[in-house]
Every structure is written in C-alpha cells, then in structure tokens.
C-alpha cells in the first residue's frame, strides 16, 4: 500500500520499528477524505508485514495482501452497530481482544469514523488500552482529538494526517488514473487542495463534488465584485452541513491563493480563475474574508441554522 506524502504517519512508524517498541494504541485524525482509513490500514500492514524493512510493509506478501483485500483474520475491521459506536461494540472487543491470534503474532483493531461516539463507549475502552495484552494493537481515526477522551488520547500516540502536497496527490492520481490527461487530473489536485479522498471522488464522477466546485467558482466570482446577494443565492442552496463547511474549506484556499498571488507567489494551488481577481483587494479585507470563513466553518459544528448562517455569512464577507 502506497502512502503519498504522509510522513506525519511513516515517520513515527519507522522510529517505533527501529526502536523495536510498537505503541499499542494509535490515534490517527485529519479532515474527511485525507486518507485516514489508508493509513490505519498502512498501520496494521506495518505491524503485520512478514517482510517488513526499515518500518515500511513491503505491500505484497501475504499478510499485506490480505490486509488491504479485507481478508486478514487478524486485521479487524469493527462495525458499528449503530450510527456510532455504542458500548456494546466496545465490549465485543475487549474480550475478543483477550484471544490469540489466528495467524500472526499480533493482531489489529481498525476503529474507524469515531465521530459522535459516547464517552461511555469510550470508557469501555480505558482498561484495554492501559494495559493490552501483549499482542493486540488498536487504531482508532477520527476528524479530530475533540472526538476523543482525554483518558484515551494519554494512552495513545496521535498521528495527525494532513493533505498530501500537489505532487504527491498528482502521483496518486496518475498511478490510479493512467488513461486519464495531466489537465483532467490538475483541476481536482488544484480544486482540493491535495485532498486525495476528495480528489478520486471529482475523477470518479461525483455529482456532490462537481456541483461544490461550481458553487466555489460563482461564490469567488460574486466576492470578487461584491455581489452579496448571489453569495447568499449560492450558500443558500446548501442544506448538508458537512457538504457546507467543505465548500466554505474550498473558498478559504482561493482567499489564501489569492494573498498569495498578491504577494507574487505564483505557487498557489487553487484552480480557481477569481483568486486572481480577488488580489485586488487588500491584504486586511482578504484576511477578514478568510476569518469569516474560519468562523462559518466552526460554526457549522454546531445547531445553527444554515440558511441564517449563508445570510449573515454574504453580508460579512462583501463587506
């Protein structure tokens, strides 16, 4: 399994190797699409692999194959028996995890997506992962460390997954899109800023995708010259949270592609035609821009309602 531009999790991993001292609880978080569920997959291969080299699984023995074909019996991928974990699902694993394993010498729990999962659950956990048989491991991903206990975080090491940079995400995208042209491939590695997930999703097809990227193109446009009414048109359209504060994430990379060119940077990577337009402005409306956008993304972690925040949000950034 190939990694692209991830050394915030190799790194950690190969010292742990040549340490010979594997952490028995890992915490892996990033925003949706950056590639946790890959990673926590690359951390069981690591702590799996038959042929493993300077910390790094050789992706194609057995035990890595396996791993990443969902077949390996001692790679454990837990299901949620609800919409989040509940502590049912919790408890099933720590008296599976007092079993040996089937075919290794170790075995991995893959918890993955914990958002929303009680502190209940969680504290079903505490015993385990203080003290874990010898060999069992935990992976747990999630958006953030807000998802999880403080009790749980001290027991784990965090590895923070970031976007991979424009070369690593036009790597991907060339290995898994060969018949597809450099000019297909840059607009989602320009779009997303490095998103992998989000990137593979726009070349797959994704109408979500493709409708945020048009909406992120008319509301820049309608910044650039002011048109509070269309940005409020465009946000307006949104009734999904998680697809709102995406598109709000897009328009801060144009505003900071924007900075950029405005300083002569040409390294922006927003595909974005108005990011240009909108170096006209200064540096202190750009900034007051971007802070309003921060603080509509943060806000849509809470109950608010989307429509009164599309409105309040076109006032403020046009003005």
């Known amino acids: 399994m190939k990694m692209y531009s991830k050394q915030t999790l190799t790194s950690p991993l190969r010292a742990m190797y040549k340490s010979g001292r594997f952490v028995h609880s890992y915490i892996i978080t990033g925003a949706k699409g950056v590639g946790k569920k890959t990673a926590a997959l690359y951390t069981a291969q690591a702590l799996l692999c038959s042929d493993v080299k300077d910390g790094i699984p050789c992706g194609v023995c057995r035990e890595c194959r396996r791993i990443e074909a969902n077949t390996h019996p001692d790679c454990i991928r837990v299901e949620k028996s609800k919409r989040s974990y509940s502590v049912d699902d919790m408890r099933h694993i720590v008296t599976d995890a007092y079993t040996s394993p089937n075919d290794c010498d ?6 993955t997506d914990c958002g929303g999962w009680s ?6 956990m505490l015993k385990v992962t203080e ?28 590895i923070g997954i970031t976007e991979a940079d424009r070369e690593g995400c036009m790597e991907y995208l060339r290995d898994t899109y ?4 450099e000019d297909e491939m840059m607009r989602p590695a320009a779009a997303f800023g490095g998103n992998i ?5 726009y070349m797959d097809g994704s109408e979500e995708l493709l409708d945020i990227v048009e909406r992120v193109r008319r509301t820049s446009a309608a910044l650039s010259v002011s048109d509070e009414y269309t940005v409020a048109v465009v946000l307006s359209g949104i009734k ?3 697809v709102f504060k995406g598109l709000l994430g897009m328009l801060t990379a144009v505003i900071r592609d924007a900075a950029a060119a405005k300083a002569g940077d ?8 108005n990011a240009s337009k ?42």
């Open 197 to 201: 997930g989000r990137c593979a999703q």
């Open 266 to 273: 040409g390294r922006g990577i927003s595909c974005d035609p």
């Open 119 to 124: 502190d209940a659950a969680q504290a079903a």
């Open 278 to 319: 909108l170096a006209g402005f200064s540096y202190g409306r750009l900034m007051r821009i971007y802070d309003c956008l921060a603080a509509g993304m943060r806000l849509c972690g809470t109950n608010c309602n989307l429509e009164s925040l599309s409105a309040m949000l076109a006032g403020q950034l046009c003005s």
């Open 131 to 158: 003290d874990p048989p010898d060999p069992v491991y935990f992976v747990f991903t999630g958006e953030d460390l807000t998802t999880f206990l403080p009790t749980l975080i001290s027991r784990s090491v965090t």
């Open 178 to 181: 060969p018949d597809r042209s």
């Open 240 to 242: 999904d949270r998680d």
């Open 106 to 111: 170790r075995k991995v729990y893959l918890v």
